[in-house]
């Protein structure tokens, strides 16, 4: 119903930035809002930033100021520009949308299959 292409992980050294992207496809009516959770080894899964249908943005405490969430509407995409990534930030990042299918009359949670980020020196 449903399908994610995630890309954009991999290895970085503190400092450094990565640019993750999400595209949703399938039969899909209406996305009500995208964005990306991550879970790092022997933790709980976080939210990190949204971004609904109007635009507006939240994101997780640490890192607002470094981690920028935008979506292309034309094409079903989010993205997360990650700057100034440091070793906390080590994780696996899903990207989810809430969205409601042709012929459906609510809307669901969907999730990628999740991108690792791994920063080390």
């Known amino acids: 119903q449903v399908e994610f292409v995630e890309s954009g992980g991999g290895l970085v050294q503190p400092g450094g930035s990565l640019r993750l992207s999400c595209a949703a496809s399938g039969s899909i009516f209406v996305i009500y809002n995208m964005g990306w959770e991550r879970q790092a080894p022997g933790k709980r899964r976080e939210l990190v930033a949204t971004?609904?249908?109007?635009?507006?943005?939240n994101y997780l405490d640490s890192v607002k100021g470094r981690f920028t969430i935008s979506e292309n509407d034309v094409n079903n995409t989010v993205y997360l520009q990650m700057n100034n990534l440091q070793p906390e930030d080590t994780a696996v990042y899903y990207c989810?949308?809430?969205?409601?299918?042709?012929?459906?009359?609510?809307?669901?949670?969907?999730w990628g299959q999740g991108a690792q980020v791994t920063v080390s020196s």
């Open positions: 971004i609904a249908n109007d635009g507006s943005t």
């Open positions: 989810y949308a809430n969205i409601q299918l042709k012929g459906w009359g609510r809307s669901n949670d969907y």
